[in-house]
């Protein structure tokens, strides 16, 4: 099989209802997202203001708030969404403060961030018939896909930008996939909504998304008579190549202070306003001139936005997928001239070898997938406790490579836009921050962290990052057909709360407050 993906830009002008009723086949290139003609929220519920630390809601009497309800139709036949109330406060919130408060970090804080119209990247199923295609999610524990046009959590670009494919699909006669005949040509679409766009003042910029629309095709070749119409919806993938079609080629949203690139393929944040609030928050943790490594980089968005806005003296974003190179390529040339930093990227496994990635650095940041960090990461994170105690750096046993292939490797597989490397020095990294997609393997992670005393845990906040959700349907990640298949019957529960916790090296030093007495004047 051959799947294909297309890209679509979407630029913030004409309805789509306009467009579609255009009697040609213009409108495959489809798919603007006037803001006027998409159905918005009630300003009361688009977006609310980031509180401090909690919004202080009045609940009802059951202890709902039905000022922070998800107000979805599709709640309960779509599996998107798993609690209707109360989305200001996940119900996890509890047991991380709990959980925060037991190991010493008591000024914990939660930003609820934005609630509705939160979800600025969605992989959708396609199914149904070409007359009436069901563009959604899977109903809970089935394959039946829920038609989800209203849907609360969307970006209303991503809604629109839905209704106009599904329009384009019964004019073009576009057949959605068949799972048991596994006949069809339209099985998923990845639509990804770009916040940014400078013509507009900054306050239009969110309601006025504009869409990179994917689609994965159905179809054995690029002869397949089928394949005509995915022309004419726009571009195509086989394997892991994309061929770009239709549409802006680049893709950029700004976050963190910087302009980001993103390609398709590489990893990007749902809600790309929390991970904003995120960075912002981040940054402050890095002192100015900080060495940093970015373990578990994608395109390096966190090590560039520190590049950007700590004056780090290096920045080293370590990622093992190569498809994320090219957008981080693309991102650091936008990034401000900076003198004086050496960028990198490499691109490797951050599991072999940890600790060549830790010594040097003094600010170590990690961001794993869901799983955690892996085990030999942990143990050279938990091993600096034995190096510190040596102390003397230049008495330690640091494996220097020496085999002349895998240093071509190494030299071949950084990326940077500043002309020299300046001689790392021996240092030891001070800061761990750690952000975390997962609160289980995270609770793990952090109590093997403190518990040998390697690190403590000095600062804790968590964001709000999937308002209403518990799990999320992993419906799309490789275009092969039989990795596909594997991957669409995964659902993985997990429990929504994205963490950023700051951890120093060494073991909490009791600062003991001095009696308040008077000091005796000398006589
Ligand atoms: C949660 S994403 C974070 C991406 C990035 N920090 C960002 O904010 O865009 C986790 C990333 O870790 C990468 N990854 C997973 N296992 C890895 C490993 N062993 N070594 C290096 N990178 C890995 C994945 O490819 C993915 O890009």
């Known amino acids: 099989m051959a799947a294909a993906i297309s890209l679509l830009s979407l630029p913030p002008c004409a309805s789509p209802r306009h467009r579609i009723s255009l009697p040609s086949l213009t409108l495959v290139t489809c798919v603007s997202t006037s803001p006027s003609s998409i159905r918005t929220l009630p300003a009361s519920r688009r977006a609310l203001p980031p509180p401090p630390l909690f919004l202080a809601h009045e609940a009802d009497t059951d202890g709902t708030d039905s000022s922070c309800a998800l107000h979805c139709p599709h709640f309960q036949s779509c599996s998107g969404c798993t609690h209707e109330y109360n989305l200001h406060q996940p119900p996890i919130l509890d047991e991380a403060m709990e959980f925060f408060k037991n190991i010493g970090v008591s000024n914990f804080t939660f930003d ?33 896909v829920v038609d989800i046009p209203e849907c609360q959590a969307h970006h209303p670009s991503i809604n629109a930008a839905v209704d106009l494919l599904k329009r384009a699909m019964v004019e073009l006669n576009i057949e959605p996939y068949d799972e048991d005949k596994g006949t069809g040509e339209l099985r998923y679409v990845q639509m990804a909504v770009t916040t940014y766009n400078t013509s507009l003042p900054a306050s239009e910029r969110y309601r006025n998304g504009t869409v990179q629309v994917s689609f994965v095709w159905n179809s054995r070749s690029e002869s397949s008579p089928s394949f005509q119409k995915l022309n004419a919806l726009a571009n195509i993938i086989f394997g892991n190549r994309w061929r770009h079609l239709l549409g802006e080629r680049d ?76 957008s981080f390529e693309k991102t650091a040339s936008r990034l401000p001239t900076i003198t004086d930093c050496s960028i990198s990227w490499h691109h490797a496994d951050t599991s ?67 002309q020299t490397t300046p001689i790392e020095s021996q240092s030891l990294p001070e800061t761990l921050i750690y952000i975390s997609c997962g609160w289980d393997s995270f609770k793990e992670d952090c109590m093997s962290l403190i518990s040998n005393k390697a690190w403590h845990l000095d600062k804790a906040h968590g964001f709000n990052f999937f308002p209403g959700t518990k799990r999320s349907v992993s419906i799309y990640h490789v275009c092969n057909r039989e990795k596909m298949r594997s991957r669409l019957h995964e659902v993985h529960l997990i429990r929504c709360i994205e963490v950023l916790a700051v951890f120093k090296r060494g073991s909490k030093v009791n600062i003991k407050r001095k009696k308040s007495g008077k000091k005796k004047r000398p006589t």
């Not at 969605?122 to 039946?144: D, Q």
């Not at 060495?291 to 700590?310: E, F, K, M, P």
């Not at 510190?388 to 240093?407: A, G, M, Y």
């Open 251 to 326: 893709f950029w949203e700004n976050v963190g202070g910087i302009d980001v690139s993103l390609a398709p393929s590489s990893f990007g944040q749902a809600n790309t306003r929390a991970f904003d609030s995120l960075l912002r928050k981040l940054q402050k943790y890095v002192p100015y001139g900080a060495s940093v490594v970015d373990l578990y980089a994608g395109a390096g968005v966190i090590g560039l936005s520190l590049a950007a806005t700590r004056k780090c003296r290096s920045i080293k974003c370590v990622e093992v997928n190569k498809e994320a190179k090219l």
């Open 352 to 418: 072999k070898e940890p600790l060549s990635w830790l010594i040097g650095s003094d600010v170590v940041v990690v961001d794993p997938p869901r799983k955690g960090l892996d085990p030999s990461l942990l143990i050279a994170l938990q091993s600096l406790k034995f190096l510190k105690l040596k102390d003397n750096l230049s008495e330690r046993k640091v494996k220097i490579e020496k085999r002349p292939w895998i240093l071509r490797e190494k030299e071949a597989s950084e990326q940077s836009n500043t």
């Open 112 to 144: 609820t961030c934005r609630l509705w119209g939160w979800r600025c990247r969605a992989k959708l199923a396609v199914r149904g018939s070409s007359m009436r295609p069901l563009i959604g999610l899977y109903e809970e524990g089935t394959h039946n």
